[in-house]
């Protein structure tokens, strides 16, 4: 098992930035590719970004590529997410999660084995 927080959340005026934070504990934090989803009110969750288990190679949504950053810390046990030049489009609550397989990185919910609660983004305009 694997226990994922997400963390930094809040309200932001557009333009503005946000870094979040998602906490992972139990089982090797490196054994796991990690990604970032969000869910817009009345909407599907989408992928957002995803980084490989040794963080050298990433991947963006289009929407969000050249504005956010995901990154990791094996030491610490730890995957971020910074946004910048946030838009109200980016409104949602976002996931961190877990994926366990030999690929590099993974863009379907269903490739991931563990969630986070998730955490509110708000971007006022």
């Known amino acids: 098992q694997v226990q994922l927080v997400e963390s930094g959340g809040g309200l932001v005026q557009a333009g503005g930035s946000l870094r979040l934070s998602c906490a992972a504990s139990?089982?090797?934090?490196?054994?796991?590719?990690m990604g970032w989803f969000r869910q817009a009110p009345g909407k599907e969750r989408e992928f957002v970004a995803a980084?490989?288990?040794?963080?050298?190679?990433?991947y963006y949504a289009d929407s969000v590529k050249g504005r956010f950053t995901i990154s990791r810390d094996n030491a610490k046990n730890t995957a971020a997410l910074q946004m910048n030049s946030l838009k109200p489009e980016d409104t949602a609550v976002y996931y961190c999660?877990?994926?366990?397989?030999?690929?590099?990185?993974?863009?379907?919910?269903?490739?991931?084995?563990?969630w986070g609660q998730g955490t509110q983004v708000t971007v006022s305009s």
């Open positions: 139990g089982r090797t934090f490196s054994d796991y590719a």
């Open positions: 999660a877990a994926a366990g397989g030999s690929g590099s990185y993974y863009f379907y919910e269903y490739e991931y084995d563990y």
């Open positions: 980084i490989s288990w040794d963080g050298r190679a990433t």
